[in-house]
């Protein structure tokens, strides 16, 4: 398989179940957000901050462009944000197996409350915000994926387990 990718909504799992799943079948793991905080020497509250939400989707757009050629045997993790554009949607199936990892809003909710690092969650209005942004993303991440797992209520090793057996119908 050419590459794994994991998307969803931010606290859904993607970077911890992406990491266990890189190391269990001995491949790269790149998390996109990383990437571009690396990329841009800035964290993504201060790209938002400072150069605006549209200039950080075009650094996403960018660095999907680009993988495309220099990405192979990776499972990539990516920004909750980046299967909203249709451009971006494309990109992901044409990197490999796109699997949407999903959660409840009240998973979500446990999992970002206390983190300050997610600039589309910033300034009060938790509940509303997550709520909202899940309503609005759930169609972009269904087109985009080709497997669906839901996170909710499961270990880690419990979800590996079921991308396991579906990354197996996929092929």
Excluded at 101 to 108: C, M
Excluded at 124 to 138: H, I, S, T
């Amino acid at each position: 398989m050419k590459n794994i990718i994991l998307i969803g909504f931010m606290g859904a799992g993607k970077t911890t179940v992406g990491r266990f799943l890189a190391w269990e079948k001995k491949m790269k793991f790149v998390d996109t957000d990383e990437r571009i905080v690396l990329e841009q020497g800035m964290e993504i509250p201060d790209i938002f901050a400072q150069k605006g939400e549209g200039f950080f989707r075009d650094l996403e757009t960018e660095l999907l462009t680009r993988m495309q050629e220099d990405t192979c045997d990776a499972v990539i993790s990516v920004g909750g944000g980046m299967p909203v554009r249709k451009q971006n949607r494309a990109l992901l199936r044409s990197l490999g197996c796109v699997i949407y990892l999903s959660a409840s809003k009240q998973t979500i909710l446990e999992r970002v409350r206390n983190d300050g690092s997610r600039p589309m969650l910033a300034g009060g209005g938790l509940e509303e915000k997550v709520e909202r942004l899940m309503r609005e993303r759930e169609g972009f991440y269904r087109r985009a994926a080709h497997i669906d797992v839901t996170t909710d209520g499961r270990s880690v090793r419990q979800v590996l387990k079921i991308i396991e057996q579906e990354t197996r119908r996929f092929r």
